[in-house]
Nanobody, 119 residues
Framework: QVQLVESGGGLVQPGGSLRLSCAAS????????MGWYRQAPGKQRELVAS???????YYADSVKGRFTISRDNAKNTGNLQMNSLKPEDTAVYYC?????????????WGQGTQVTVSS
């Protein structure tokens, strides 16, 4: 069983920055996908950004140009650099990782970290 441990959330003023980190408790090199999702109160969980083991990235339109996702394949860690934060970025952010082992697919979620953007 792989565990994802997130860190880096907190309270920040509009226009500020935060960096979220996600560490997977495995040396398994088969984690081909890491993503960050968020869920605001009363809203559905949405994909914010993702990155594959080959470096392909995806960003939601709402965060393009402000957020940057990165990962260290050797360490199975992922980061989300969030700049120019807005109040509408306030949410619980979840790390997601997907692994293939032969024909078997596994998906893991972190416990979530709160990001609050407020003056």
């Amino acid at each position: 069983q792989v565990q994802l441990v997130e860190s880096g959330g907190g309270l920040v003023q509009p226009g500020g920055s935060l960096r979220l980190s996600c560490a997977a408790s495995t040396n398994d090199r088969n984690i081909y996908y890491m993503g960050w999702y968020r869920q605001a109160p009363g809203k559905q969980r949405e994909l914010v950004a993702s990155i594959t083991d080959s470096g392909s990235t995806y960003y939601a339109d709402s965060v393009k140009g402000r957020f940057t996702i990165s990962r260290d394949n050797a360490k199975n860690t992922g980061n989300l650099q969030m700049n120019s934060l807005k109040p509408e970025d306030t949410a619980v952010y979840y790390c997601n990782a997907r692994r293939l082992q032969g024909a078997l697919f596994y998906e893991y979620w972190g416990q979530g970290t709160q990001v609050t953007v407020s003056s």
